[in-house]
């Protein structure tokens, strides 16, 4: 093995040891190497590709949730997902729940990804509550925040799974640490500010 390929092999272990495994080809070419490698980088099992543009390193596992958003910046993980995330479910999510905003294409995130659950949020409402997280294996994901996954829930009552719902009400008015007037803010916002007072008083009297 040349060195020169030697250096290519180390660069592209140092690149997914920093992302998690994920590499992708625009940062492959800003390493200085030549797209035109990457076939022969798989041919030879050194990456393994997962989706347009996106590679994992071969000693590397996938993380579904970042592969996701890789090439989605205005997917964001909602509902049962986000939930997930913030500890406030005990359940694996089967299926992904992300937010886009109305308009949003969604053609090639559903061709790309079976599992994935959509929830389209008119534009000017979809930012409110966007946050980062790690996942599982430690990669970072956009998720909403706590508060705004209560908002959701509140708002959906009737198509949230009993069990689900109460459980993250639960799990989010019993820690005192959670923003209970960004809370409400949100509940403003989406004009629902009575149901979630009476949820409060409820809960954390």
């Not at 923003?179 to 409820?202: G, S």
Request: hydrophobic share 35%.
């Amino acid at each position: 093995m040349s060195k020169l390929r030697e250096q290519r092999i180390e660069m592209l272990k140092e690149m997914a040891e920093k992302t998690g495994g994920m590499i992708t080809t625009s940062q492959i070419e800003k390493a200085g190497i030549s797209r035109v490698l990457i076939p022969t980088f798989i041919d030879e099992g050194i990456l393994v590709k997962e989706a347009r543009g996106i590679y994992y390193y071969a000693d590397e596992f996938p993380d579904d949730l970042q592969i996701i958003q890789a090439n989605n910046p205005r997917v964001v993980y909602s509902y049962g997902t986000a939930l997930y995330l913030w500890d406030m479910s005990d359940r694996t999510p089967h299926v992904w729940d992300v937010s886009v905003p109305q308009g949003f294409n969604a053609t090639r995130l559903k061709k790309d990804n079976k599992n994935i659950r959509l929830h389209y949020i008119n534009a000017d409402k979809w930012s409110v509550g966007i946050t980062e997280t790690l996942t599982p294996d430690g990669n970072k994901v956009r998720l909403y925040d706590k508060e705004r996954c209560i908002i959701d829930l509140i708002k959906k009552k009737d198509k949230i799974d009993k069990q689900l719902y109460l459980q993250a009400l639960r799990e989010y008015f019993n820690d005192r640490t959670n923003d209970h007037a960004q809370l409400i803010r949100y509940a403003k916002i989406f004009h629902i500010e009575r149901p979630v007072r009476d949820y409060m008083d409820i809960l954390t009297g």
